[in-house]
T-cell receptor
């Protein structure tokens, strides 16, 4: 079973700074099926990145994804107050379906 | 763009069956690029994928919930449904329905607002 681990648990930064969020898989996974989501309080998650590095429609360019194998990164450049949220990584594999990481909380 | 809306009872007694329906608008549920899924969220387990169904009725279910989950789709009404049997307190959660785009990649692109369900006697 593939387990996703995210770090840090909480990230506190100032506006304009860069946020670097990490997600590690317990075994190598396909980048094609790796995604990142943002969830604000009281709202449903929203896909930010799919295929490990492709921004979803309408997502600002300050969000970028990278990585392969077991290590993936979500970078938020020039952090804005509206970016305060939980961020989850996500992976799909046919043998177990979809798995979400535990999340990283970004605060300003 | 797609819009999804969950419906169902907010309270279910232990050992009973939880039944949820998701209404899809803004597009047809008959789309070979899409599956239709349920994801739940609780403080204890975080985000947990429950199951997904295609318009053909093909279903795949979280292995940890297999045996308790049934999915169905009503193409005439553009709806899909989840049935979860023998519920316990561990099934208390916010349940989201979502469209699952699976072509080249696979991710949930549109989500309902979520519906809170509590298991309690």
């Amino acid at each position: 079973e593939i387990v996703l681990t995210q770090s840090p648990v909480t990230l506190s930064l100032s506006p304009g700074e860069r946020a670097t969020l990490s997600c590690r898989a317990s075994q190598s996974v396909s980048s094609a099926y790796f995604a990142w989501y943002q969830q604000k309080p009281g709202r449903a998650p929203r896909v930010l990145i799919y295929g490990a590095s492709t921004r979803a429609t309408g997502i600002p360019a300050r969000f970028s994804g990278s990585g392969s194998g077991t290590d993936f990164t979500l970078t938020i450049n020039r952090l804005e107050p509206e970016d305060v949220a939980m961020y989850y990584c996500h992976h799909y594999v046919s043998s177990q379906g979809f798995t979400f990481g535990p999340g990283t909380k970004v605060t300003i | 763009q797609l819009q999804l809306q969950e419906s169902g009872p907010g309270l279910v007694k232990p050992s009973e069956t939880l039944s949820l329906t998701c209404s899809v608008s803004g597009g047809s549920i008959i789309n070979n690029d899409y599956y239709w899924g349920w994801i739940r969220q609780s403080p204890r387990k975080g985000l947990e994928w429950v199951a997904s169904v295609q318009h053909t009725g093909y279903t795949f279910i979280n292995p940890s919930l297999k045996g308790r989950v049934t999915m169905s789709v009503d193409t005439s009404k553009n709806k899909f449904s989840l049935s979860l049997t023998s519920v316990t307190d561990a099934d208390t959660a916010i349940y989201f329905c979502a469209s699952q785009f699976c072509t080249g990649s696979c991710y949930f692109d549109y989500w309902g607002q979520g519906a809170h369900f509590t298991v309690s006697s």
